[in-house]
């Protein structure tokens, strides 16, 4: 796709789109060809132990203009969306930032500014991962107050877990958090929001053919190399494809069968994706991806 003719070279870009849309190859484009330095806005390619699964930007491309967040966090540590923000505000004082990334959640906080919730406690947090795996969802939401659930995704797991856990460890539901909000670090109007629209058979066609080269490219082995010390209640171990191919290399799934329901997946996830897009980034410039 094409970078819009009437950039501003001083001001920061944000670039969101769902996965496989492209954005990595925009934002290294402009950064090349107007200059910046490319942010992190995935919540998956922080994680050091995932590079291949995550399609964090390859060595070749992190050589043609530098690029933070990426690949930092251990896959064993938990990593919020409250680190993130912390870790950005340095950033936005130095050169122009691009930042990229399909975590709507980070776009939002950046935007529009991020309620300042407690931590939640380990025993909580485990309390909640058992609750999500042996009971669903349906527990988590029956203890989740009426303008709570309200407010959230009720078919997205994790949002519903972490209202939960926020209910559960403060007393206080997350929507009177979030009313609470403390001003934006980078309000809208200071930046040059692109969201990139993708047609959903023509994203899921370039779904399939990266998964495949994700395998090509050694995501097999990534996996293998993870096995060691592996537990599906790490965070990095949500990252899409971690559960299918571990569970081929522990013989529950052919390769077949774990290519594709990995494929399902990350089709299911670019799903919910576009769906935050339209709901929260309705102000935000669209970029087709047949330019």
């Known amino acids: 796709m094409k970078i819009p003719h009437d950039l501003d070279p001083d001001r920061p870009v944000l670039i969101a789109g769902p996965t496989a849309s492209g954005k990595s190859a925009l934002a290294l484009a402009i950064a090349e060809q107007r200059g910046g330095v490319i942010v992190n806005a995935d919540a998956f390619q922080v994680f050091a132990n995932w590079r291949l699964l995550t399609a964090r930007p390859d060595p070749a491309e992190a050589a043609r203009a530098e690029h933070r967040l990426y690949g930092h966090v251990p896959g064993t540590q938990g990593y919020s969306v409250g680190h993130w923000l912390r870790e950005v505000a340095p950033l936005l ?21 991020l309620a300042d919730i407690p931590e939640t406690p380990a025993a909580i947090r485990a309390e909640a991962d058992r609750l999500r795996r042996t009971e669903g969802l349906a527990a988590m939401l029956a203890g989740l107050d009426d303008e709570t659930l309200a407010r959230i995704d009720q078919q997205n797991p994790m949002r519903v877990q972490r209202a939960w856990e926020v209910q559960q460890s403060t007393g206080r539901g997350i929507a009177a958090w979030q009313a609470d909000t403390p001003p934006p670090l980078l309000p809208l109007a200071d930046a040059q929001p692109l969201l990139i629209e993708a047609p959903r058979d023509w994203l899921n066609a370039r779904i399939t053919r990266r998964f495949d080269a994700m395998l090509a490219a050694g ?14 209640t790490h965070p990095s171990a ?13 013989g529950e799934l052919t390769l077949d069968a774990a290519r594709a329901a990995a494929s399902i997946a990350t089709r299911q996830y670019a799903k919910r994706q576009r769906s935050w897009f339209r709901a929260r980034m309705s102000k935000w410039r669209r970029i087709p991806t047949s330019d």
């Open 93 to 113: 004082t130095g050169p122009r930032v691009i930042i990229v990334g399909g975590t709507g959640l980070y776009f939002t906080a950046l935007t529009e500014g």
């Open 219 to 232: 995501a097999l082995e990534e996996a293998r190399a993870n096995l060691p010390g592996w537990d599906p």
């Open 238 to 250: 949500r990252a899409i494809g971690a559960r299918e191919l571990v569970a081929h290399l522990q």
